[in-house]
Structures are given as structure tokens and as C-alpha cells.
């Protein structure tokens, strides 16, 4: 016969088990969400990180962080209206303050693509999972080829990195990643520096129309970018400008410079709920550039005449002879400082990536500029440390 | 009988105390753990505050806005800049200040953002009185027209302290 305190014990011992149990599962459930999310912080934190150091160093490096925790969602948005680059993940967005070209993965490669503009380096990291990159040049005019070759340059350099960024050419449906020995000896696919060694052939090649499989990107150069598969497209530059394509979308997208194709090719024709990454890409490139840019040539300018202003104190206070080379830089300072404005001027607009009219002029200003502050470093005003 | 009811009572007395000690350590683990927790929360964000500072130090020391080369400051740059505090924002960030000061002299002397001046040794972007936190590292800054000779300008290099620092929110 079971007693009413066995009954009791029972009873007791159910309830206590039940809700020690009960605590236990949900203290443990909650903890290992907090954990995932804290971990998913932490390598957003130190994918900016790095990307910054990569930016501000140029030193590459590879990052494999993001394989260590499962995201659902990797993405990149810009935000409006200043053009920063967000990583979007799961656990929420992180912003950066320097350029980024980014392209999704689990094991990234972190590189800096630089433009030399003489008096102003501009950079972007770029972070890119192994791709190969793939090329199609149907128009092999030297503008074009120069181009192509430029925007190559600027690619990541993977040699001795892991994940690559590799290069090939598609002539119709044959892909051809190795080029006669020219990229090494084991006939790998082709780093950049080896690419970099290939000649302008004589005519163009057939539109790609080999299967490309994932990781793959093709970047087409074309008279006609109507029909291109996948990717972008590029149409021959005329002085320095051109009109770019992405595949499935119907807009037209004005390149200036190599990076733009960069951005272009690096996005491709991916989409996601931010729209195509191709397009975000070139759209953050030039925000960043009239920004970053804009700021430097108006700092520059001012620097310019100020230097300027110091040199005619000098001469006329007798400090300086004014037959002497210094004296000579003060009206070389002030011609720069007057390009310098005309470049502030035309990246203060908010669309001047738009507009052809825009993108020559400020071309030739920034070719200009170059120009000048060459002639001030040969002129021994603006010393080499 | 009644010693058996007696024991029986005694034995859901003990139970009852046994609970009690039970839901004691419960609540001394719930407390323990959350206190942990929060001051597990509270280090990681005193460290992601002084990584903060370290990376907006870093960003300064090589940012091409301010220097001339690997952590030397270009005098013309920084006297250029300290005008154009909401433009140096877009580009470091908002709440970031920099202040850099020559060595060479104890007396503060600021520069003028209009004008190029050998004689000043002190400049400053976005630099207001705020509550802030900020790392301070010795650098060099170039002077552009360090030594003037009848014949020309030579540049000269001096020793400096930049202070990178962030305001508190509010």
C-alpha cells in the first residue's frame, strides 16, 4: 500500500526534476543563441577590421572567419545618400568607412586596388572568395585591351594567398586558363602578374559560350553587349569613357575609369534584395570616389596657394631669390590649386558619374592635375622623403 | 500511530527545507551567471571602445588626408584640414578629433587654416570641449618650408604628438 508521503515524495520529486529541467534546457538554449550571435559579431568586427588594415597597409591578407559560424544571409548594401559600403548578416549590419569591394564567400582574400592619380592615390579593399575570373574580349582595339589590362592590374594578386583570384580568356566555348607556360610552369590557372604578360592578339574572340560554373565570372568586351549571358559588359571606351552593360538588367552603366570596371566585374550580374551587386559596386565606387577625391583636391588646392602664398612672402621679404628653382614653384603650386578647384567642382554633383559630358571633363582635369604635380616633383617643390 | 503521522511530517518538513535550498542555489546560479554575463558584456565593450580608439589612430597615422608619408604628417595637409571638419568626418567618421604638436617648442602656438605658417606648431581638426577618449602617439611632421635659403627651400622633419580621440555619446 503506497502512503500518502510516498505519494507526496512522488509528486515532489516530478515537479522539482520538471522544473530543474526546464531551466536548464532553456538557460542552455538562449546561451547558445547568445553565443552564436556574439561570435557572429565578433567576426563581422574583425572582417572590418582587416578589411580597413588591408586599405590603409596594402598588405593582403586572407580571412576564413566567416566559415566558422553558419550565416544565413551575406551581403553587401550601400548606404544612401553617402555611398558607405554595409555588410549585412544575419545578426545585423556593420558599416565601413573605406571603399570595399566585396563578393560573398566562406574563405575570403583580402587585397588594395589602387589608382594613382599623381597628386592623390585613390584605394579600395577588395574581398573576394576563390574566383575565377574569366574574360572575353571580342574588341581587341588598343583602348580596349589597355583597359582591360588596367582593370586587371587592380584585381587582388593571390600568389602564395589562399583562396586565388585566378584570370582566363573564353573564345567561344573553349575557357583557357593557362597560356602556353606563361603562368608558370605547372600550368596552373593564371595569377594576375602572369596574365598581365599576355599580348594583345591581333583579332578579337567569339562571344563565351561555355557553361560557366560557380566561382566563375566573365567580363565581356563588345561592340554589342545585348546578348551576354552573364556578368558584365563592356563597350569600347572613346576617350577614356564607355558605356558598361549588366547582364539581366536593362540599364546603362557609364564607365571613367578601370576601377569602374573593377566594380563591375568583381558584382557582376548577381542579385539579392539589394538589387544587382554589379551595379551597388560601381555606384559605391564612384559615391566614394567624389567623396574621398572631392575632399583631397579641395585640401590639395588649398594647400597649393597656401604654399604659394608662403614662397611670395618669402621672396619679398628677401629670404628667397626670386631667379631661384623654389620661386619658380609658386605659380606651378598656383595652376594646380586652379585644376584642383575644377575638380572639387565637379565632384561636389551628386550625379557626375552619370553624365558623359561630366566624367571627360573631369578625366581631363584629373589627367591634367597628374600632369602638373609631376612637373612640381621634377621641379623639386614637392620632395620625394 | 502519532509517531508515525510525526515521522511522516518530519519527512515533508525536510523535503519542504530541501526545496527551499533548492530554489536558493537556483537563484544564486540565475544571479551568478547573468552577473557574469553582464560583466562579460561590459569587458568586450570597454575592448571594442579601445580597439575604436586604436583603429581610428591607425586609420590617422595612414590616411593620405593627413600625411606625407608612413606616419609623417605633412604641416600644408593639416593646416588645410582644420577647416573642413564635416568633410575629414565623412571620411574618418563622425565624433573623431586629431590634434598634433610640435615638440620643438613648449609654447602652443595654433595654426592658422588660411595660411601657411612655419612659426605655429599646433593644429587641430574637429576639436571641441566634449567629454573623449583618446590614445596619443609620437609621430614626425614634415615642414614644408622648414629652412629657407636665399638659394631655395629645403623641407625639415619634426618630432610631434598626435592625439586621435572620440567623443562620448551622449
Redesign the interface.
Known sequence: MV???QV??ML?GLI?SGF?LY?LVF?AGSYSQ?QTE?QQVIIL?NFE?LA??VY??GNPSPFGDFKRVEFSMLSLEIREP?GNAQVVADIGKVTL?VPLFFRPGDELFIDRATMDLGW??FHVAEAMPETKVILNPMEVGPESWSYMKEAVRMMPSSIGFEPKVTFGLCDGDVIVEDFLGLCGPSSDPCEKEYFLRISRPDTGMSRCTAQLPEGYILATIARDCSNVQSGACFEPPSVGTGNAHIAGSTKTYLYHDAMDWVALIIGGSRSDIYGFAGENLWRHKNKMFG??VG??A???A??AR??A???ED?VNRG???PD???AD?KQLYLDLGTVLDVITDALSLDDYHTAFASVRQLNEKLAEAEAMHNGLVNK?CE?I? | MKTKKLAGQMGIMEYMLMTVFIMVIIVMLVFFFSGWQISQTQMQGSRVKSENLLSNLKNVMYSPLFIRDDSMFDDAKLTALQGKCEKVKEVLGADVFIEVKTLEKVAEIPCDPHRYDINCNYWSICRRDAPHSALVMPVNVYRNMGNVLASGILGRVDLAIVKVGVYESQ
Do not use: H, N
Open positions: 502512503s500518502a508521503f507526496f515524495k515532489f522539482i530543474v531551466f538557460y547568445t556574439s568586427k577590421d580597413k588594415d590603409y597597409t553617402e568607412t592623390w592615390e567623396t574621398e575632399l583631397a579641395e585640401m590639395m588649398e594647400r597656401m604654399l602664398t608662403a614662397i618669402e629670404g628667397l631669390l631661384s628653382q623654389s614653384c623639386g620632395p622623403t
